[in-house]
């Protein structure tokens, strides 16, 4: 089993910036792509970035492009997310995902999930 636990969330006026991490404990061994993924009120939940062991290649949603960036210390067992020029409609859950397959935006290629972290963006 893989235990995730996020960090990192707050409140930040519009603009502003933030830093999420994600720990994995457990087997993680079987981890192969790690990804970031975010659910607002009354939405679905939907995918923000994802990034694979080695971190050569992100992939990000068309919406975080050039003010996310995925980050990953295998090292350390850790991703991250940095998030800057927050708006409003970042508003949102963000949850941590991670699988032993390749990267993929969809929820049901994940295997495993942390608690998430709230982020609030005022404006």
């Known amino acids: 089993q893989v235990q995730l636990v996020e960090s990192g969330g707050g409140l930040v006026q519009a603009g502003g910036s933030l830093r999420l991490s994600c720990a994995a404990s457990?087997?993680?061994?079987?981890?192969?792509?790690m990804g970031w993924f975010r659910q607002a009120p009354g939405k679905e939940r939907e995918f923000v970035a994802a990034?694979?062991?080695?971190?050569?290649?992100?992939h990000y949603a068309d919406s975080v492009k050039g003010r996310f960036t995925i980050s990953r210390d295998n090292t350390k067992n850790t991703v991250y997310l940095q998030m800057n020029s927050l708006k409003p409609e970042d508003t949102a859950v963000y949850y941590c995902?991670?699988?032993?397959?390749?990267?993929?935006?969809?929820?049901?290629?994940?295997?495993?999930w942390g608690q998430g972290t709230q982020v609030t963006v005022s404006s």
């Open positions: 995902a991670a699988t032993g397959g390749g990267w993929r935006p969809h929820i049901q290629d994940y295997d495993y």
């Open positions: 457990g087997r993680t061994s079987s981890i192969y792509a």
């Open positions: 990034i694979s062991r080695i971190g050569v290649t992100p």
